[in-house]
């Protein structure tokens, strides 16, 4: 079994001035979509999340931003959905968490 982690922290003051030119360097046309009010803590965890899936999975397959989409189940708990020819979703969790001055995510992928 191989297991590759990636975690990210970033400061909310920088998304707190973002354009959405900007957004759709790192979101999806969808996660764009769903954003509900442009909460700076929410969006810097979106961010810090798919930096942490781009490090967990860069010794198999180098993904970028755009092959990453963050979403929730019911529970409100974040998964992602990779467009990944040898990586599954399935095989990657996730988990963000934020306050009003960082944001912080991890991620872990397990290959058997």
Same mark, same amino acid.
């Given at each position: 079994?191989?297991?590759?982690? $990636?975690? *990210?922290?970033? /400061?909310?003051? &920088?998304?707190?001035?973002?354009?959405?030119?900007? +957004?759709?360097?790192? +979101?999806?046309?969808?996660? %764009?979509?769903?954003?509900?009010?442009?909460?700076?803590?929410? %969006? @810097? $965890? !979106?961010? #810090?999340?798919?930096?942490?899936?781009?490090? @967990? #999975?860069?010794?198999? /397959?180098?993904? *970028?931003?755009?092959?990453?989409?963050? +979403?929730?189940?019911?529970?409100?708990?974040?998964?992602?959905?990779?467009?990944?020819?040898?990586?599954?979703?399935?095989? +990657?969790?996730?988990?963000?968490?934020?306050?009003?001055?960082?944001?912080?995510?991890? @991620?872990? !992928?397990? &290959?058997?």
């Amino acid at each position: 079994m191989i297991f590759n982690i $990636g975690i *990210d922290i970033e /400061e909310v003051s &920088r998304f707190k001035r973002i354009d959405k030119k900007l +957004l759709e360097k790192f +979101l999806t046309k969808d996660e %764009i979509k769903n954003l509900k009010n442009k909460n700076a803590e929410h %969006i @810097a $965890g !979106l961010f #810090c999340a798919k930096e942490a899936v781009i490090k @967990a #999975c860069n010794p198999t /397959e180098e993904i *970028d931003f755009t092959k990453i989409q963050i +979403l929730h189940n019911k529970d409100s708990s974040p998964y992602a959905l990779l467009k990944s020819k040898k990586i599954k979703g399935k095989d +990657l969790k996730i988990s963000i968490s934020h306050s009003k001055n960082y944001a912080v995510a991890a @991620a872990i !992928l397990v &290959r058997r």
